[in-house]
């Protein structure tokens, strides 16, 4: 019997504040959709992958780059909502598993 049933949308902005680029990334550039769509729904991971895409930043040039997710998701057939807190820095966040003040509570609809 399946409980929970979620929908889940990702972008992922590189900003680079030097010299004001900004681009945008879709993660099956580099992950499969399957790895996708765990990443997206897990904060953990998508923080891991926010420091994936700032190293990638750096390494074509663009040290300092800062990393930002839209992600959006619906659970159990609610309206999507964010996940993440989109103006929040991922390549500055430390991977932890305490609680994230960048993960939004769950609005009930």
Avoid: C
């Amino acid at each position: 019997m399946k409980l929970l049933s979620k929908r889940t949308t990702a972008e992922f902005q590189i900003h680079h504040p030097y010299r004001q680029t900004t681009w945008m990334v879709d993660p099956e550039e580099y992950l499969t959709s399957w790895q996708t769509r765990k990443m997206a729904s897990r904060p953990d991971l998508i923080v891991q992958f926010g420091h994936f895409l700032a190293k990638e930043a750096e390494r074509q040039g663009y040290i300092g780059a800062e990393v930002r997710a839209y992600i959006r998701q619906s659970l159990n057939g609610r309206e999507p909502q964010l996940l993440v807190d989109p103006s929040v820095n991922l390549a500055a966040e430390r991977r932890t598993l305490a609680h994230r003040p960048w993960v939004p509570p769950l609005m009930e609809r």
